[in-house]
């Protein structure tokens, strides 16, 4: 089974994760092939809709995965890999949608800060229960920009998730459809829209907003992602995380 689907419609490309069976969790591998999968699309489509199969957007971080590693070098090898997901998606040069079909999780929800757009189908749910195992790739750095530092603190609690709703009210999603198929089309007309801007115009627009973010954060995001690479190996994370999966 291909954990990664590629589909073009006319000018665009849309990129499915297909690791239901797993909750759409980002194993190294499906990481490395969905970074691919979108770089392909920012390069020759004129625009890029991710979404995915079954009934979870994602669950984030592959916890089995991170529980498996021994060395320092896994650990950091798979913690880059998350970033550069991250950092494909910001610099895509092409409008770039995500259509949130299920519930996002962790990094599934810290993903979708990065894109242009956010479409969801209503009744998923975000939330980033990874910080009960101390396991926040993105949030910690990039929040106090986003929301500010009083809604960053929400994102402590490990319960604490919010609604399509609610969702849209913080601005990680822009708009809310009631099927994957209304999704789909509200995405295709949005990356169109984003389209008719003017290369040079939209371009700018990426740079001042999103990438500017990046370009003063990126530091502290390397030294986030350097302690998770270290803490992911200590006893206490592991004890966590072992507890998880025997659920």
Known sequence: MDIVITEP????????????????AFSLELTLRTRDAVSTGCRDFDGVIL????KVFSAGLDLAEIYGFSTIEESTRYFSAIKDLALTVA???????????GSAYGFATELLYFFDQVIAVRGS?????GIRYGLVP????????????LRSRFFLDRDFKLS?????NWGIV?????????GLKVSVELVRKLRSIPQGVYLELKRLMIRSIIGIVEDRWDELLSTLARESLKRDVK???EEFLKR
Do not use: H, Q, W
Request: glycine share 4%.
């Open 239 to 241: 004890d966590k995380l």
């Open 91 to 101: 610099n895509c040069e092409k409008p770039i949608v995500a259509l949130v079909n």
């Open 51 to 54: 979404t995915s199969e079954g």
């Open 138 to 149: 993105v949030t910690p750095a990039f929040t106090p920009y986003l929301f500010g530092m």
């Open 174 to 182: 822009n708009k809310i459809v009631d099927n994957l198929d209304e």
């Open 125 to 129: 749910e975000f939330s980033l229960p």
């Open 164 to 168: 399509t709703e609610e969702a849209l």
């Open 9 to 24: 419609l006319e000018d665009l490309l849309i990129v499915k994760l297909n690791r239901p069976e797993k909750r759409n």
